[in-house]
């Protein structure tokens, strides 16, 4: 028989009492779990944690005020329909608006990635929400007796209500971000069109040399195109403002009371300044994710826009000996580690890295969209994170577009002109006077001998210098819907008057 070393019992209490002085013991449908004492979460949050390290990313922030807004409204209905008692859903309320003050964010320990469809997530703010309401209330954390995660903070909802209407809400912020950034763009683009809209430069179709346009042409096309991007924007951003809330786990509003049914989503607005309708039919709203596919299409499209864009200013800039050098891109930072004076289109380039990532997770919302399988589609988290990233890394990249390359352009006017006037392409705006035979003609020998168009006209006999100069003024050749003949009767009038 062997005895205990003499004080061991006194050691091992003092360690045990340590220990419940640093955790509480929580229960759930899988067993008991020691969550920390201090800590807001609960056993189902942590477990999640657990289970879910996949980016080691925190959830959006804006994600978990959208969370907080619904319980607030929630429990503020379920009040007024007799279901919450009072004192129970004031310290709610008081504790939603924390978070939504930025509180208590930190507790919000899931990965945006995610099983179970938002389960994690929607739990997470049930547990964090009733343990900061039981504080509130003058209780320990953990003591659910006073406020339950799921009676009490979840009573009438289930996160197949709450976390796609998490989700709009979140997105609509989110756009309204971006939507703000693009304005910003497009007036941008808007100013640089009427700086540049004397210069005239050559066009070029299949990177070849065209007809003339004006730079200015350029510039108010890519302010036209923002626009429609962010018109197509507003027409995606209706379908995130269509709920299932009050539908509960497939729809049929299960456990929701009729009050309370009737009542969420008015109240949802009421609270967080949104306008919000309530779907029709609640189990396609809660079925179906085909408005985060119009979204995600949205954003999309406006990436591929902006991505042409920097394109065209990256070729446009380029050079600037060698290359067309018909426009500066401003000078950001040193661009080689062996190349002494190399400056390289840094912000058009990081704005077409972002296009292609938003191309990515839009091929991973449709996806995951697709995916569903009757009432429920289990794939929310990875539609939620992807089109979030999508959102914000775009408005990012379109604010230092803006401000660090669109602003500061300038362009190279002479240079341009004589582009214009090197080359074969202005032989279109001469060919409705010397005959399409003769401008063919013309465009040979030009190439062949490496003479202008125009003295080769002239040498010709075929206009004169003053027909010629307005037939090639930038007007004649940029108008559209006027010809060259057109624009010098219309010109000569005008002389006249």
């Given amino acids: 028989m ?49 289970n879910f390290r996949i980016t080691g990313l925190a959830m959006h922030p804006e994600m978990i005020n959208s969370l907080a807004y619904i319980k607030k409204a929630a429990a503020i209905t379920n009040c007024g329909a007799g279901l919450l008692e009072e ?65 009490h903070v979840n009573c009438g909802q289930s ?30 683009f ?34 036209d195109a923002v626009l429609r991007d962010m018109r197509r924007m507003d027409k995606a951003m209706d379908e995130m403002r269509t709920l299932n809330m009050g539908g509960t786990a497939i729809g049929t509003g299960i456990n929701a009371d009729e009050a309370y049914l009737r009542r969420i989503v008015p109240k949802l607005s009421e609270v967080s300044g949104m306008e919000f309708v309530q779907a029709s039919d609640l189990i396609d709203a809660t079925q179906n994710l085909s408005p985060f596919v119009v979204v995600s299409g949205a954003v999309k499209a406006c990436a591929v826009t902006l991505s042409k864009i920097s394109n065209d200013l990256r070729l446009m800039s380029s050079g600037p000996r060698t ?22 289109p840094v912000i058009p380039e990081v704005v077409n890295q972002v ?31 992807s089109l979030f990233q999508s959102i914000d890394t775009l408005a990012y990249a379109v604010r230092t577009f803006v401000d660090n390359c669109v602003k500061g352009i300038t362009a190279n006017e002479t240079h341009c002109r004589f582009l214009v ?19 063919a003609e013309i465009a040979k020998q030009a190439l062949q001998t490496g003479e202008t168009v125009r003295s080769l006209i002239l040498k010709e006999g075929l206009l004169t210098e003053e027909e010629l100069g307005k037939i090639l003024s930038p007007a004649g050749m940029t108008e559209p819907g006027i010809s060259g003949k057109e624009y010098i009767k219309k010109d000569m009038e005008g002389d006249r008057m």
């Fill in 2 to 50: 062997t005895t205990q070393p003499e004080g061991l019992d006194l050691e091992v209490a003092e360690m045990t009492e340590e220990k419940s002085l640093r955790y509480r013991m929580e229960k759930d449908s899988i067993g008991t779990k020691e969550v920390p004492q201090d800590v807001y979460y609960g056993v189902q949050s942590l477990r999640a944690a657990e």
């Fill in 190 to 223: 808007a100013e640089k069109s009427e700086e540049f809209d004397h210069i005239i430069k050559m066009g070029r179709t299949q990177m070849q040399d065209a007809v003339p346009i004006r730079l200015g042409q350029e510039f108010q096309a890519y302010a």
């Fill in 323 to 344: 290359g067309f050098h018909e426009i500066n891109l401003p000078a950001r930072q040193n661009g080689s580690s062996i190349m002494p004076g190399k400056v390289n």
């Fill in 87 to 151: 004192r129970r859903a004031r310290a709610i309320v008081q504790a939603c608006d924390e978070i939504i003050d930025g509180k208590l964010h930190e507790y919000f320990i899931v990965d945006p990635i995610q099983g179970g469809a938002g389960t994690s997530l929607n739990m997470n703010a049930n547990e964090v929400i009733a343990n900061r309401a039981i504080e509130l209330l003058g209780g320990k954390k953990g003591d659910y007796a006073l406020v339950h995660p799921n009676d």
């Fill in 159 to 188: 996160t197949n209500d709450v976390i796609p209407t998490a989700g709009k809400m979140t997105v609509l912020r989110l756009m309204g971000r971006l939507k703000g950034e693009l304005a910003r763009l497009y007036e941008a």
């Fill in 355 to 385: 296009a292609f990532h938003v191309v990515g997770n839009d091929l991973t919302i449709t996806m995951a969209a697709e995916a569903g399988q009757l009432e429920l589609n289990a794939f929310e988290p990875i539609v939620f994170y």
């Fill in 421 to 439: 006037e090197s080359s074969v392409g202005i032989i279109t705006a001469v060919c409705p006077h010397v005959g399409y035979q003769k401008a």
